[in-house]
């Protein structure tokens, strides 16, 4: 009985991302490293991940989707603001690194449904549960849309919880500063481990980031 469970939970991982991704990755990661001293930890295994994958992380910075991206050894897709691509030179940058457009005006379903599709292609998507940029560093309380997603998709769910991010890029600064960032990538939940009660898979992976 345990081994067919262990076996409904195996997933296909993800494949290597092609050179020119893991190329500007590894410029990234030398650019966090220098200026933030990012290194990222791990509570259980580095990878690979199986998929698809909900990554969920606490939202601190605008630093966020790149922190996320260093620490990880597969491709992460995200959801920008539309407003984010109107600099075609940014836009290919960000578009490079994962970021999915979508438009806040359709509220958050769209951004639900777009998450959706990116999983049923076996993608691996960043969700920040507690909504906006923290105004003070603080963990938020999560919205229930990423267990939500999971559940839909049949996918992991891959906490991660970053520190002095904040610091280095609060909500109301211009630029960055030199401050010291970690980033502790958790260890996976598995699909049977989301309740479908209410709350209760939120409440695991919050209670697993603070």
């Known amino acids: 009985m345990e081994k067919g469970k262990a076996n409904a939970e195996e997933k296909p991982a993800f ?47 605008y630093l966020d989707p790149v922190l996320a991206g260093c620490a990880v050894p597969c491709k992460l897709r ?69 267990v939500w997603l999971a559940q839909k998709a049949g996918a992991h769910v891959l906490p991660m919880v970053v520190s002095g991010a904040h610091e280095a890029w609060h909500r109301t600064a211009k630029f960055p500063r030199p401050r010291k960032i970690r980033l502790l990538v958790l260890e996976p939940i598995p699909p049977s481990k989301l309740k479908p009660r209410e709350g209760e898979g939120r409440s695991e992976a919050r209670a697993r980031i603070a």
């Open 78 to 146: 995200y959801l920008a603001r539309t407003t984010l691509f109107r600099n075609r030179l940014f836009a290919a940058l960000i578009r490079s690194l994962g970021a999915v457009p979508i438009d806040r005006e359709g509220g958050g379903y769209a951004g639900l449904n777009t998450a959706l599709k990116l999983l049923g292609r076996g993608e691996a998507v960043l969700l920040f549960p507690d909504g906006t940029r923290s105004r003070d560093g603080s963990i938020g309380k999560f919205k229930p849309g990423f």
């Open 15 to 61: 494949k290597k991302p092609g050179l020119v991704f893991r190329l500007v990755r590894a410029i990234l990661r030398a650019a966090m490293f220098l200026y933030f001293r990012f290194r990222p930890s791990y509570r259980g295994k580095r990878g690979p991940y199986p998929k698809p994958l909900v990554v969920v992380m606490n939202h601190q910075s």
